[in-house]
Nanobody, 128 residues
Framework: QVQLIESGGGLMQAGGSLRLSCAASGRTFSSRTMGWFRQAPGKEREFVAAITWNAGSTYYADSVKGRFTISRDNAKNTVYLQMNSLKPEGMAVYYC?????????????????????WGQGTQVAVSS
């Protein structure tokens, strides 16, 4: 069992930066790939980024490549999402998720059904 709690959301002007955190509890955190997804009002939840258990590989949606960085600290059971150059279309609820133990590579890690545990989300608002 993994419990996830996101934090760090808020209101930011376009072009600004924000760092989201996801604190995890549970013994399997350090062995799981972790991901961030987001859901904008009226839209489906979409993949943002993922990082493998040892941070050996990272994956990003095309829309955030070069602007967002996912990282993790297994000693602190925490995964982060550094968001730079925020755009108004980035306004959404951001969710942290823990992948299934067997999920590997792309595009599996960009697929919601391959994630077993989800946080409650943190709201990010971007003003233009």
């Amino acid at each position: 069992q993994v419990q996830l709690i996101e934090s760090g959301g808020g209101l930011m002007q376009a072009g600004g930066s924000l760092r989201l955190s996801c604190a995890a509890s549970g013994r399997t955190f350090s062995s799981r790939t972790m991901g961030w997804f987001r859901q904008a009002p009226g839209k489906e939840r979409e993949f943002v980024a993922a990082i493998t258990w040892n941070a050996g590989s990272t994956y990003y949606a095309d829309s955030v490549k070069g602007r967002f960085t996912i990282s993790r600290d297994n000693a602190k059971n925490t995964v982060y999402l550094q968001m730079n150059s925020l755009k108004p279309e980035g306004m959404a609820v951001y969710y942290c998720a823990a992948a299934s133990a067997w999920a590997r590579g792309w595009p599996a890690l960009a697929t919601m059904r391959n994630y077993d545990y989800w946080g409650q989300g943190t709201q990010v608002a971007v003003s233009s």
